[in-house]
């Protein structure tokens, strides 16, 4: 089944401890971004990968990582978490480089920071 | 002003109703213009998908656009409790440029 899965789906951690949200997609796109959800805000891009080794900021990168040594995976780092970075977040792959084509999302993985 | 603007609503409907949903935005570069449907708990799902102004029809569901007036909408006819989802806008300028969204309008459909 074509599908974007991300790990884990609830996470619950404290202020300054490290962690990675995977994402993995297994549709052969070339074009992978993570995205923030919050209400009253709505989806905000965080950083977006036209390909391998290929990644730049979005609309609000400060306090993220990414990397893109693989196709196929795009992992969100947060090196030193926040109570602000506390976010329902997606990632999301599209076929091509172009943002036009039709972007697949995975099921979010809602993050709190304590 | 923010480059999209969209009610969030809540917006309730009965069952049978047309929906009409809305954005407008600021920016005349914006070329493609899409509608996503997110499910509670689900990610985003693309809808429909336009390029240049006019109507788009895909079974219930109708797209417009107005790019003179900066202005696209989504008809919803014969509304399902089905349909009770959030429904984002989002547009792009070019091919290479990110996506921006709406901040959503969440619809239920009462049976």
């Known amino acids: 089944e074509a599908q974007v899965t991300q790990n884990p789906r609830y996470l619950i951690t404290v202020t300054g401890k490290k962690l990675t949200v995977t994402c993995s997609q297994n549709?052969?796109?070339?074009?992978m971004s993570w995205y923030r959800q919050d209400p009253g805000l709505g989806l905000r891009q965080i950083y977006y990968?036209?390909?391998?080794?290929?990644?730049d900021k979005g609309d609000v990168p400060e306090g993220y990582k990414v990397s893109r040594k693989e196709k196929r995976n795009f992992p969100l780092i947060l090196e030193s978490p926040s109570p602000n970075q506390t976010s329902l977040y997606f990632c999301?792959?599209?076929?091509?480089?172009?943002?036009?084509?039709?972007?697949?999302f995975g099921p979010g993985t809602r993050l709190t920071v304590l | 002003q923010k480059e999209v603007e969209q009610d969030p609503g809540p917006l309730s409907v009965p069952e049978g109703a047309i929906v009409s949903l809305n954005c407008t935005y600021s920016?005349?570069?914006?070329?493609?213009f899409m509608w996503y449907r997110q499910y509670s708990r689900k990610g985003p799902e693309l809808l429909m998908y336009?390029?240049?102004?006019g109507n788009k029809e895909d079974g219930r569901f109708t797209a417009q656009v107005d790019k003179s007036s900066k202005y696209i909408s989504l008809f919803i006819r014969d509304s399902q409790p089905s349909d009770s989802a959030t429904y984002l806008c989002?547009?792009?300028?070019?091919?290479?440029?990110?996506?921006?969204f709406g901040k959503g309008t969440r619809l239920s459909v009462i049976a």
């Open positions: 999301a792959s599209s076929q091509g480089t172009a943002t036009i084509n039709e972007q697949f």
């Open positions: 549709m052969n796109h070339e074009y």
């Open positions: 990968s036209m390909n391998v080794e290929a990644t």
């Open positions: 920016n005349s570069a914006f070329q493609y």
């Open positions: 336009t390029y240049s102004s």
């Open positions: 989002a547009m792009i300028r070019s091919g290479n440029t990110p996506l921006v």
